[in-house]
């Protein structure tokens, strides 16, 4: 209050009382908003006397999702959604008396977003394979890239007497990023042939971190032409027969028969019949 005196009256004039939130960060769960108001203007720090800050933010849906009541003018709000529209304000008790603070609009920062969706695989071929998905449910942002692990999966030993327990698991990371529809599909190349494969896909926003992996969905790669074998000893066996051993280049790229031809031998300390017995080194 003023006062003014004249030679008869006191007059006593009420003070215009302003009160408003002004935004000093918006994080993606959070805000902190600075108290303004013309009481700090009309009285130093030792005159300002008690004061009460009620601060609450209402969501787009006009739920009451933040509050805090405070005698601070730095104030920070929690538990907020990720990229999303608020309306902060509140109100101000002075001297017993309450005040409107003035509304102030706000967005939260972008955050962590959910897992991708309905992960689709469009074509698998030998070396290659084609995978489609849609942007997350919850996506808490603007989706940036997205991160593809692919990881080979031992199926336990072969059943042919080749190539078991050569299986070793590892996993590859693509990535794609998003411009306007494109993003949304990767071919995965490079792929071993005959193989299973598990894949996971990843998002994120602006945010630095990547969301959770989907669940992962399997795929089994086409089979391809077998590797070449090479022969490294052949003896002939007390049958008359042929005994072959041959070494065969692991992993296997399918279903492999293994079938040995020959032409008969015009030696005469040879005499060769049909073939008896293969062995693999």
Known sequence: MEEYVTQEFKIRTPLKITAKFELVEAANDSVELQFH????????KETLGHYLVVAACEDP????VANQVTNRRSIIL????????YKCGGSFEYEK?????EKVKIKTGQGIPGSPD??????VESFEAEITWTEPEVRNGIIQEYKIQACNVCEGKDKSPICHDVCKESCREFMTI????KGHEIVLDKLAPWTTYEVR???RTEHPDFGHYSKPISFKTSSSEPNKPEILKISQSKTGGLVINFDYPCPMTGPTEFNAHFEPSTAKDLVLGNISQVFHR
């Open 78 to 85: 929690n538990n907020l959604r990720a990229y999303t529209d």
């Open 118 to 123: 309905k992960i689709d695989v469009i074509k």
């Open 178 to 181: 998003v411009e306007g529809d």
């Open 61 to 64: 849906d006009l739920n009451i």
């Open 201 to 203: 896909i990843a998002a």
């Open 37 to 44: 108001s013309s009481v700090f203007e009309h009285f130093d």
């Open 97 to 101: 008396d309450f005040y409107d603070i």
